[in-house]
């Protein structure tokens, strides 16, 4: 008696619909994941540039001058997913801004001010803007 070898063929197709059920399940999970992980590029920055800033405070007792070259506390230049800008700046107050730049954060705007206050003042279409934090993910948690 023989014995034939191998796989047929509704075997093969479960084979490959079990995987395309866990790939559709995956890989927008993980999608959000690596998301999340570049959002922090910006509130890391952020939160650097407030030390920053306050440090160039100590030294002059004005935030006016300050994200400049050439000082304590320059803008970082070689971000990857957000460009930092520092739209105000006072003798007494600032607010530094994180943009996103690169098209899988484009849509988000954080801010930061000398009280500490988080902001996330734009996001994507999809995502619900809780705006008193810095949102990290499409329901509006932070």
Do not use: H
């Not at 506390?73 to 600032?94: D, M, N, V």
């Amino acid at each position: 008696m023989r014995f034939e070898r191998g796989f047929t063929l509704v075997e093969i197709m479960v084979v490959v619909t079990l995987i395309a059920i866990l790939t559709a399940i995956a890989l927008p999970a993980y999608n959000d994941y690596v998301l999340r992980g570049k959002l922090q590029e910006a509130t890391s920055n952020l939160l650097t540039m407030r030390v920053k800033l306050e440090q160039y405070y100590q030294d002059t007792r004005t935030f006016s001058g300050g994200c400049a070259t050439g000082t304590v506390a320059p803008l970082p230049t070689c971000l990857k997913y957000f460009s930092i800008t520092c739209p105000t700046l006072s003798a007494t107050g600032y607010t530094i801004q994180a943009q996103g730049t690169e098209s899988s954060v484009s849509g988000f705007t954080f801010t930061i001010d000398e009280s500490n206050n988080r902001q996330t003042t734009a996001v994507p279409a999809g995502w619900t803007n809780p705006g008193n934090c810095w949102v990290n993910r499409k329901s509006g948690t932070c």
